[in-house]
């Protein structure tokens, strides 16, 4: 583990600055950066400068006075950047797959159906993909924006709020 890695420069002396820790260890900056602050929080770890501005020249030292009464210790706190972008990645991924999903139920109503209006199309594709998760109203309209462009659907000329079925 990172943290063990940090902790184990340790062996040797009872303080070290971030450069001689980056040499050390062979992690990247950002990366040592992070598992410091997890340190610095947890007070294994003491440092005069400010955590969240470490600079190469900061000097880190083992804080012998640190005491918790549990057996346990988890310090495995989660990197913030890393868990915050394989978030981002799973939303887009899962709003880009439930996008596909909402064309996909529009194409099957308006094959079955030829010719709805806005609101009943609105209707039947909240209905038939509530099982699965609850579309946004804007989401399920911009992928009817969609399906028009790729000509799938056209506006009814004449009824402002009707939609039929290309095939």
Do not use: W
């Not at 040797?12 to 900056?29: E, H």
């Not at 020249?57 to 006075?65: E, I, P, R």
């Not at 880009?96 to 079955?112: N, S």
């Amino acid at each position: 583990d990172l943290q063990m890695a940090v902790l184990l420069m340790f062996n040797n002396c009872d303080a070290l600055t971030v450069q001689q820790l980056s040499d050390g260890t062979q992690l990247k900056m950002d990366m040592l950066t992070q598992v410091l602050q997890i340190l610095l929080k947890s007070k294994l770890l003491i440092c005069p400068d400010d955590e969240n501005e470490l600079q190469l020249t900061s000097k880190m030292s083992l804080f012998f006075g640190y005491k918790n009464k549990k057996l346990r210790v988890n310090i495995n706190v989660p990197m913030k950047t890393e868990v915050k972008q394989e978030q981002e990645a799973t939303h887009k991924h899962i709003e880009e797959d439930r996008k596909l999903l909402i064309q996909a139920a529009i194409v099957r109503i308006m094959k079955m159906r030829k010719q709805l209006k806005h609101q009943q199309l609105l209707g039947e594709v909240l209905n038939q993909l509530s099982s699965r998760f609850k579309p946004r109203v804007p989401i399920i309209k911009k992928c009817i924006d969609i399906l028009i462009e790729k000509e799938y659907l056209e506006r009814v000329d004449g009824q402002k709020d009707t939609y039929s079925y290309l095939a």
